[in-house]
C-alpha cells in the first residue's frame, strides 16, 4: 500500500498515537484542541481521532513554536494554509469541470498535421498553414553504382 492510496483527512488515529507521530504529549494535543489549533475529529463516544494532515499540522505547530512564533499567529497561519488548500482543490475541480464542457462541445476536438507531422488540436473553423518549401535531399557520401553492388553480391 502507498501512502497515495491513504486519505490524507481520514480521522484514524488516536490521541496518542497522534502525539507519538508529532513527538508531543497527549496534553498538549488536548490544549491545541481546546485553543482551536489543531482541532480533532470525534466519534461518536466523544474520542478525538486524529488524520495524517493533522499530524503534520501538529509537526508545523512545533517547528513554529520553537522558532518563537506565538500561538495565535500559527493558528492564524494555518487557517490561511488550510484556506489555500480549498482554494486549490476547488481551483482543480473547476478546471476538470471546464475541460470536461470543451471536450463535449460539437466541433470542439479538431485534429490536424501539423508542420513536423505531429498530430495537432486546432480550433474548429481554421486551417492549417501548408508548407510551400522544397527540400533537397543530397547524401553525405556517393553511393555505390549499381553494376558494383551487384558483382559485391555474387562473388560473396
Request: a neutral charge; zero cysteines.
Amino acid at each position: 500500500m502507498s501512502d497515495d492510496d491513504i486519505d490524507e483527512n481520514a480521522p484514524i488515529f488516536a490521541i496518542a498515537v497522534a502525539a507519538e507521530l508529532s513527538g508531543m504529549h497527549p496534553q498538549t494535543l488536548r490544549q491545541y484542541d481546546r485553543l482551536g489549533l489543531v482541532v480533532a475529529n470525534r466519534t461518536q463516544g466523544g474520542s478525538r481521532r486524529y488524520s495524517l494532515r493533522h499530524v503534520e499540522q501538529l509537526r508545523e505547530v512545533a517547528r513554529m513554536s520553537s522558532e518563537g512564533i506565538g500561538l495565535p499567529a500559527i493558528a492564524r497561519i494555518l487557517d490561511l494554509e488550510n484556506r489555500v488548500r480549498e482554494l486549490h482543490g476547488r481551483v482543480h475541480e473547476l478546471e476538470t469541470r471546464v475541460r470536461d464542457e470543451l471536450e463535449r462541445r460539437p466541433g470542439a476536438r479538431v485534429f490536424a498535421a501539423g508542420p513536423s507531422g505531429a498530430v495537432v488540436s486546432m480550433r474548429h473553423g481554421t486551417r492549417v498553414r501548408r508548407a510551400t518549401e522544397l527540400v533537397v535531399w543530397r547524401p553525405r557520401r556517393q553511393l555505390p553504382a549499381p553494376d558494383a553492388s551487384a558483382e559485391v553480391d555474387q562473388e560473396g
